[in-house]
């Protein structure tokens, strides 16, 4: 089983309902975020072009984080989703440095905190908050070992890029161009 | 003219607009770590070589800088977690893959290792000391009798902890200032050259103040040469990395990198060591000050850099 994200920026219009959604189902303390948005203006006035990204925790398959941390409290759980166990964390903030998307930060209680896919809720067989609560349809969540998957599908059917793969995390989160 | 403008929502505390989750405990505590890795390097390494009498201060004295070091460092560290009370899973896990665990298993053993040392040595520094117990008092000479052992154990135990405060950095790609495996053997010679230092400034015999001035001026240019390294290194790689070379060349650390570190660290002292070898009368703290202030600085700005360098996407 591999856990995969797939956003299509086509579709995307940045109004923050996954960042909402997010605060609201994990209790994401007041300030923080684990999922934000991204828009990018490219190119020469007037012709520009604009990209909108719902980023997060890019659940890597060669987590730096994963590797870095030094009590095990950062680990890959079910289908590859990296967590935090923050009983074991210590807050030492070495896998905040090692994260090249800035993904993580240190929850106001002392341990490192992040998207966690949301785990509770995929294991009850519904989507992750931000996913389903979409206005535009745009995210897709699910098993990229399986091939009738939303999300393989619809990686079969479009392009798409991973963010900064140069860094040789292996992100599983996949935007569709 | 092409522009591209990112905007983000994400405004986490300590990470954006930039990163800068550590402050000064980290280097802080790199360079006491460096310091007392350097310390006991050369008593270890003239222990091996019988060269005790001749180093009486690099072998017995200079090493009672180690565990203060190690001690306020270590405090320095645990000011840093943010979720202290976990502090002691640290040491429930040995983690191969990461610095962190190895420093802090490497801690475990140095440390009481550099009081144990001075333990052995104390009567150099109070020539009445008692241990009142016997217990110890068989313990230590148990020691004293597997002294190379204990000199052997603590050469590489040191020389990991001098690399090893490297390491930590360089083990992070996502900040591409730190990622190069050049600060390793950097930060080692960087504390090396504080030990030597440390050493000249303590000792009162001419002899040793001289082998020490020497050594401190080859491990200078060490530095130095390490240091062309990671430019050329950084200049020949990719984007992100010429842009954090950039940092130094030009950018926002241009001017304290150059001056605290290069000149006012490594420069200045080299002279001055030099011109003292050739019998010119200068006061010793001056060049064992600067040594000192450089290699802190060194820690300063890499670590404060290096989370100013990143990947752009």
Same mark, same amino acid.
């Given at each position: 089983?591999?856990?995969?994200?797939?956003?299509?920026?086509?579709?995307?219009?940045?109004?923050?309902?996954?960042?909402?959604?997010?605060?609201?189902?994990?209790?994401?303390? &007041?300030?923080?975020?684990?999922?934000?948005?991204?828009?990018?203006?490219?190119?020469?006035?007037?012709?520009?072009?604009?990209?909108?990204?719902?980023?997060?925790?890019?659940?890597?398959?060669?987590?730096?984080?994963?590797?870095?941390?030094?009590?095990?409290?950062?680990?890959?759980?079910?289908?590859? &989703?990296?967590?935090?166990?923050?009983?074991?964390? &210590?807050?030492?903030?070495?896998?905040?440095?090692?994260?090249?998307?800035?993904?993580?930060?240190?929850?106001?209680?002392?341990?490192?905190?992040?998207?966690?896919?949301?785990?509770?809720?995929?294991?009850?067989?519904?989507?992750?908050?931000?996913?389903?609560?979409?206005?535009?349809?745009?995210?897709?969540?699910?098993?990229?070992?399986?091939?009738?998957?939303?999300?393989?599908?619809?990686?079969?059917?479009?392009?798409?890029?991973?963010?900064?793969?140069?860094?040789?995390?292996?992100?599983?989160?996949?935007?569709? &161009? | 003219?092409?522009?591209?403008?990112?905007?983000?929502?994400?405004?986490?505390?300590?990470?954006?607009?930039?990163?800068?989750?550590?402050?000064?405990?980290?280097?802080?505590?790199?360079?006491?770590? !460096?310091?007392?890795?350097?310390?006991?390097?050369?008593?270890?390494?003239?222990?091996?070589?019988?060269?005790?009498?001749?180093?009486?201060?690099?072998?017995?004295?200079?090493?009672?800088?180690?565990?203060?070091?190690?001690?306020? !460092?270590?405090?320095?560290?645990?000011?840093?977690?943010?979720?202290?009370?976990?502090?002691?899973?640290?040491?429930?896990?040995?983690?191969?893959?990461?610095?962190?665990?190895?420093?802090?298993?490497?801690?475990?053993?140095?440390?009481?290792?550099?009081?144990?040392?001075?333990?052995?040595?104390?009567? #150099?520094?109070?020539?009445?000391?008692?241990?009142?117990?016997?217990?110890?008092?068989?313990?230590?000479?148990?020691?004293?009798?597997?002294?190379?052992?204990?000199?052997?154990?603590?050469?590489?135990?040191?020389?990991?902890?001098?690399?090893?405060?490297?390491?930590?950095?360089?083990?992070?790609?996502?900040?591409?200032?730190?990622?190069?495996?050049?600060?390793?053997?950097?930060?080692?010679?960087?504390?090396?050259?504080?030990?030597?230092?440390?050493?000249?400034?303590?000792?009162?015999?001419?002899?040793?103040?001289?082998?020490?001035?020497?050594?401190?001026?080859?491990?200078?240019?060490?530095?130095?040469?390490?240091?062309?390294?990671?430019?050329?290194?950084?200049?020949?790689?990719?984007?992100?990395?010429?842009?954090?070379?950039?940092?130094?060349?030009?950018?926002?650390?241009?001017?304290?990198?150059?001056?605290?570190?290069?000149?006012?660290?490594?420069?200045?002292?080299?002279?001055? #060591?030099?011109?003292?070898?050739?019998?010119?009368?200068?006061?010793?703290?001056?060049?064992?000050?600067?040594?000192?202030?450089?290699?802190?600085?060194?820690?300063?700005?890499?670590?404060?850099?290096?989370?100013?360098?990143?990947?752009?996407?």
């Amino acid at each position: 089983m591999r856990y995969a994200m797939a956003i299509d920026t086509k579709k995307c219009v940045g109004c923050s309902d996954c960042v909402v959604a997010c605060q609201t189902e994990n209790d994401v303390p &007041i300030g923080y975020c684990r999922d934000w948005v991204v828009e990018v203006m490219d190119g020469t006035y007037p012709q520009l072009e604009m990209e909108i990204r719902s980023e997060r925790c890019n659940h890597c398959k060669n987590s730096p984080c994963v590797r870095c941390c030094p009590t095990g409290a950062s680990h890959y759980n079910e289908g590859g &989703i990296v967590l935090v166990e923050k009983d074991k964390c &210590i807050g030492c903030s070495a896998c905040i440095t090692s994260c090249p998307y800035d993904a993580r930060f240190v929850h106001p209680e002392g341990y490192v905190d992040k998207c966690t896919f949301c785990l509770h809720r995929v294991k009850k067989g519904m989507k992750p908050a931000c996913v389903s609560v979409c206005p535009t349809k745009c995210m897709y969540f699910g098993d990229l070992d399986d091939p009738r998957s939303e999300v393989s599908m619809i990686l079969k059917k479009r392009k798409w890029k991973t963010l900064i793969p140069e860094a040789g995390t292996k992100p599983q989160l996949y935007f569709l &161009i | 003219m092409r522009e591209e403008i990112i905007v983000s929502g994400r405004n986490n505390p300590l990470i954006d607009p930039q990163l800068h989750i550590w402050h000064w405990e980290i280097p802080l505590y790199l360079f006491l770590g !460096g310091l007392a890795a350097g310390v006991l390097f050369f008593a270890a390494l003239y222990t091996i070589r019988n060269r005790e009498n001749d180093y009486r201060t690099a072998v017995k004295i200079a090493p009672f800088v180690a565990p203060v070091a190690l001690v306020i !460092g270590l405090l320095a560290l645990f000011l840093d977690l943010h979720h202290k009370l976990y502090f002691w899973r640290l040491y429930t896990t040995i983690r191969l893959d990461s610095p962190m665990s190895w420093g802090a298993w490497t801690l475990m053993l140095v440390t009481p290792l550099s009081m144990l040392w001075c333990a052995l040595h104390i009567k #150099e520094l109070f020539p009445k000391w008692d241990w009142k117990f016997d217990i110890i008092k068989d313990v230590l000479a148990f020691f004293e009798k597997n002294k190379k052992v204990l000199a052997w154990i603590m050469l590489i135990s040191s020389a990991i902890l001098g690399i090893y405060t490297g390491i930590l950095f360089s083990a992070f790609n996502a900040r591409p200032l730190w990622n190069t495996s050049i600060l390793g053997p950097l930060f080692l010679a960087s504390g090396l050259s504080a030990g030597s230092a440390i050493t000249i400034w303590l000792s009162k015999d001419h002899a040793e103040k001289k082998r020490f001035a020497q050594l401190d001026l080859m491990i200078i240019g060490v530095e130095l040469f390490l240091i062309i390294h990671m430019f050329m290194g950084f200049l020949a790689s990719t984007q992100v990395q010429i842009e954090a070379a950039n940092l130094f060349l030009g950018g926002a650390y241009t001017a304290p990198f150059w001056i605290f570190v290069v000149i006012l660290g490594m420069i200045v002292p080299a002279i001055l #060591e030099i011109l003292e070898l050739r019998k010119f009368k200068i006061p010793v703290v001056i060049p064992v000050v600067l040594v000192l202030f450089g290699s802190l600085m060194l820690r300063f700005i890499i670590a404060y850099a290096g989370q100013a360098s990143r990947w752009l996407y």
